[in-house]
């Protein structure tokens, strides 16, 4: 019996390596994968992004679209690079 990998593959006729190349790339996250992304927990892109954040805590840039919050890519990775240069630059 083959593996449920193979048969998927069999079927679309493009290798896994194939479909993971042509996969869209997505420019905007919801809080939980921008938190994979940059790799904070979710609680704390939540409370960064209150209005009374104490400025200890820094966080990515957002958008609101009605109630849920995306982070664009160019966001977090702004924020990872801003991060590590002031790590190293103290």
Same mark, same amino acid.
């Given at each position: 019996m083959k593996p449920e990998s193979n048969r998927a593959t069999q079927q679309t006729g493009i290798s896994p390596a194939r479909q993971e190349q042509s996969a869209p790339l997505v420019r905007g996250f919801?809080?939980?994968?921008?938190?994979?992304?940059i790799g904070v927990?979710?609680?704390? =892109?939540?409370?960064a992004r209150r209005k009374n954040n104490p400025q200890s805590i820094v966080a990515p840039r957002f958008t609101r679209l009605g109630k849920k919050c995306i982070y =664009? $890519?160019? @966001? =977090? @990775? $702004?924020?990872?690079?801003?991060?590590?240069?002031a790590f190293y630059s103290e």
């Open positions: 919801p809080t939980k994968q921008a938190a994979e992304y927990s979710e609680s704390y =892109l939540k409370s =664009l $890519r160019e @966001d =977090l @990775d $702004r924020f990872l690079n801003e991060a590590t240069q």
